[in-house]
Every structure is written in C-alpha cells, then in structure tokens.
C-alpha cells in the first residue's frame, strides 16, 4: 500500500540523499528509487514536498532518512564560510542516512580502495549470493547477508564475490559479531573517540573505515571521513589552515598517512563542530559531482 508524508517542514531531497554516495544498496527507475533496508524491499519517490513510498512504516522512512534532524539548525551551524555556505545551499535537503551498523561496516571494509560503482557491485553479489529473496513489483531483490551467513562462508565464496583481499576482513569481521565480540549497541552508547578506537581494532577497518560506520550507522555526526574527494576540497579550499609542505605533501599522493588523516580529520571536526559529519557529506557530493561533471 502506498503511503505518503509531507517533509515541507523539514527539509528534505531524496535524490541528493540517495546519490551522494553514503549508501549502495539503492537504484532509480523511472521517478521511484528501489532500495533493500533491514530486510524490506522498498521503493519511494519524492514529488514537491511529498514523499510516496512502499514496503515501509512512517516510522522507519522518518529514521531511516534521520527527518527529525533538525536541517536548518544543522546547516547553519556548519556554514562557517563563503564555500561551505555556497555547497550548502547548491544541496540543500540532503541528509545523513541512519544506516544498519553491520551492514553499514561490512559495505565500507569492502569500500576500500575501490570506487562506488565497484562497491555497489561487491555488496549486491554478497546479498545476491549469501541474502534472502523478496519481491516487489515483480522484481526481485536480496538482503543484505547475516554475520551467521558471512561467518559461515569459505574465503573462497566471498572472494567469487569480487572482494579481492578483503574477503578474509569480511570473514573476519563476520566472525568477530556473530560471536559477540564486537556489540554496535555499546559501541552507539560510548563517545566518538572510544567507539573508533574500538572499531579500529577489526580486520579491514582503518581510520576512514571506523569515521563511516560512526557517521552512517552509530550516530557520531562529528565524525569526518577523510577520502581522496574530501581531502582534495578540503586542502584546496581551507588551504590557510595548513603549511605549504603539508599541502605538498599530502596532495601529491592518493593516500594519506595515518597522521595526515587525523591532521585533516581533526581540523574539520574542530572547524564545523559538532555536525562535522554533515559539512563532510555535503562537500565529498560537491566535489565527487564536480568531477563527474568535468
């Protein structure tokens, strides 16, 4: 049954939401997007200011697309500048999706060094191969696998899967939930620094890893990723707040040392605050469109 809400209090654009790269599990046809989210087949649209959707409660589309944020504070708080400000309005109604956390740490282990269209490829044979079958529209659909699946599977298997090295993390970080040494309910209930120190310790996860998973799924809206898109706007447009040679440094190559990253990470979280993770995602879309576009 189809269902609509009306987001003209609360700001909100489903397409800039669903395509600015936080999630991978989501397809356009025509004007509706598909998407697999906790096991449910969904598809919503956005006309105007309403949202139609099915295969979902109210509830859960207000928390899965976090619409009691409070948007206009939010941005407000991180338009510390001309740039930002101008990104801001250029997105606006773009917002953070409160994503499961285990789905959300095995997407991103399998997120490294590879680009969105390869994840998107990786996650979908994963639930293809390991997920349940459900239907909607005549199409079918897959969730996203178990820890019990993933823990159960050979490296082998996930490797066909097109994971590469990552297969043996993602077995491992399998392992390491489903017999519950990982908890991402104790993990949402401790300060940012802790949870990441916490995260840092699974197989596959590093820096850039642990600040997605805090983001996406636990809450931590001061986390700030730092990728190759965010690091370039961020060197390139908040240059003042660096040396000369670390700019040379750091925009001479793709990857960053574990000090560059925490150099540049803990200047965004210090600069936009306690919403650094909205600043993130707002200015990694305008850079990644931005290229895309060129």
């Not at 499961?100 to 590879?114: F, R, V």
């Not at 150099?263 to 469109?289: D, K, M, P, V």
């Amino acid at each position: 049954m189809k269902i609509t809400l009306n987001v003209t209090v609360r700001p909100f654009n489903l397409d800039y939401t669903l395509q600015c790269g936080q999630v991978f599990r989501w397809e356009k046809h025509g004007s509706w997007w598909y998407g697999v989210v906790a096991g449910k087949a969904i598809k919503i649209r956005q006309i105007r200011d309403v949202l139609e959707y099915e295969g979902a409660r109210t509830d859960f589309i207000g928390k899965y697309f976090r619409l009691d944020d409070s948007l206009p504070v939010i941005l407000s708080r991180i338009s510390k500048d001309v740039y930002v400000r101008g990104v801001v309005r250029k997105f606006h109604g773009l917002r953070l999706i409160n994503q499961d956390p285990w789905e959300c740490l095995i997407s991103y282990i399998c997120a490294t060094y590879k680009n969105i269209p390869a994840i998107e490829d990786m996650v979908n044979k994963l639930s293809k191969q390991f997920g349940s079958v459900m239907t909607l529209d005549n199409n079918r659909f897959y969730a996203f696998p178990s820890s019990n699946s993933l823990s159960s599977a050979t490296i082998s298997e996930l490797v066909q899967c097109k994971l590469g090295f990552r297969a043996k993390s993602v077995h491992e970080a399998a392992k390491q939930v489903e017999n519950g040494a990982v908890s991402f309910v104790e993990l949402g209930s401790m300060s940012y620094e802790a949870a990441k120190r916490e995260l840092l310790k699974l197989p596959g996860v590093g820096s850039k890893v642990a600040d997605c998973v805090l983001l996406f799924s636990l809450n931590k809206l001061e986390a700030f990723p730092v990728d190759v898109w965010v690091k370039r706007t961020i060197l390139n447009n908040y240059h003042e707040h660096f040396d000369d040679a670390f700019i040379r440094k750091a925009s001479a190559k793709k990857s960053l040392t574990s000090g560059e990253y925490r150099r540049i990470s803990s200047f965004a979280r210090e600069y936009f605050g306690e919403y650094a993770g909205y600043a993130q995602q707002y200015l990694f879309h305008n850079e990644r469109s931005a290229c895309q576009r060129a």
